[in-house]
T-cell receptor
Framework: DADVTQTPRNRITKTGKRIMLECSQTKGHDRMYWYRQDPGLGLQLIYYSFDVKDINKGEISDGYSVSRQAQAKFSLSLESAIPNQTALYFC???????????FGPGTRLTVL | AQSVTQLGSHVSVSEGALVLLRCNYSSSVPPYLFWYVQYPNQGLQLLLKYTSAATLVKGINGFEAEFKKSETSFHLTKPSAHMSDAAEYFCAVTRNSGNTPLVFGKGTRLSVIA
C-alpha cells in the first residue's frame, strides 16, 4: 500500500466552485507539504505544516487554504477555483535531520 | 535563502551515452542537496541525497552526483543511458538545519533516443 495517498487523483471543476484535495500518510511523519507543478515551473510550495498545530504559507499561498486535521491528514482547499489553478498538485511528507521528502502520486486538477 | 538552477530544461541523449544533468545551488549556509526523478503520471521519488558526508553520492538506478563546493554544483551523472531513464529530474536544496522545506529547481526533462 502507498505510504502517501491523495484523493481524488483527477478532478474537473468549474470556475467559482470550492474544491478540497485530501492527503493521508501512514509514514508517521510530522511534516507535511502541498506543492503545485506547472510545466516548466517545477514545484512551487503552497503550504506546509511541521506538526498538527503548525501551518505555514509557502511561496504561492494566495487562493488556497489548508487544514491539518491530524498527524496523518493534510487537506488543501481552493475556496473559489479559477482556471489558472489548473495544475498537478502533490502532497509530501518528511521527517528527520535531512528533511528528505516523500511524495504522493498527485492530483490532476482542471478548472474550466 | 536557498535556490537551485537547473541548466537545460530538456536534455536528449542516445541509449548507452553518458547522462549529465546540471544543477547549481545558492545557499548562505551549508546545504543538503537532493535529486528526484518523476516518471510520467507518477509522483517524485528520491534518487540520491548529499548530507555532508561523502562528496560523491551514489543513488538508485546507477545514478551518482558529486558535490563541488567551489563550483556550487551538484550535477547528476550516469555512465550509460537506458530507455527507462526517460523522465523529468529535479534538483532540490535545503539548509542543513533540517527544519526548512526543500526548494526545487524547474526540472530537466531527459529523453533517451534508441
Amino acid at each position: 500500500d502507498a505510504d502517501v495517498t491523495q484523493t481524488p487523483r483527477n478532478r474537473i471543476t468549474k470556475t467559482g466552485k470550492r474544491i478540497m484535495l485530501e492527503c493521508s500518510q501512514t509514514k508517521g511523519h510530522d511534516r507535511m507539504y502541498w506543492y503545485r507543478q506547472d510545466p516548466g515551473l517545477g514545484l512551487q510550495l503552497i503550504y506546509y505544516s511541521f506538526d498538527v498545530k503548525d501551518i505555514n504559507k509557502g511561496e504561492i499561498s494566495d487562493g488556497y487554504s489548508v487544514s491539518r486535521q491530524a498527524q496523518a491528514k493534510f487537506s488543501l482547499s481552493l475556496e473559489s477555483a479559477i482556471p489558472n489553478q489548473t495544475a498537478l498538485y502533490f502532497c509530501a511528507t518528511s521527517e528527520g535531520t535531512y528533511n528528505e521528502q516523500f511524495f504522493g502520486p498527485g492530483t490532476r486538477l482542471t478548472v474550466l | 535563502a536557498q535556490s537551485v538552477t537547473q541548466l537545460g530544461s530538456h536534455v536528449s541523449v542516445s541509449e548507452g551515452a553518458l547522462v549529465l544533468l546540471r544543477c547549481n545551488y545558492s545557499s548562505s549556509v551549508p546545504p543538503y542537496l537532493f535529486w528526484y526523478v518523476q516518471y510520467p503520471n507518477q509522483g517524485l521519488q528520491l534518487l540520491l541525497k548529499y548530507t555532508s558526508a561523502a562528496t560523491l553520492v551514489k543513488g538508485i538506478n546507477g545514478f551518482e552526483a558529486e558535490f563541488k563546493k567551489s563550483e556550487t554544483s551538484f550535477h547528476l551523472t550516469k555512465p550509460s543511458a537506458h530507455m527507462s531513464d526517460a523522465a523529468e529530474y529535479f534538483c532540490a536544496v535545503t539548509r542543513n538545519s533540517g527544519n526548512t522545506p526543500l526548494v526545487f529547481g524547474k526540472g530537466t526533462r531527459l529523453s533517451v533516443i534508441a
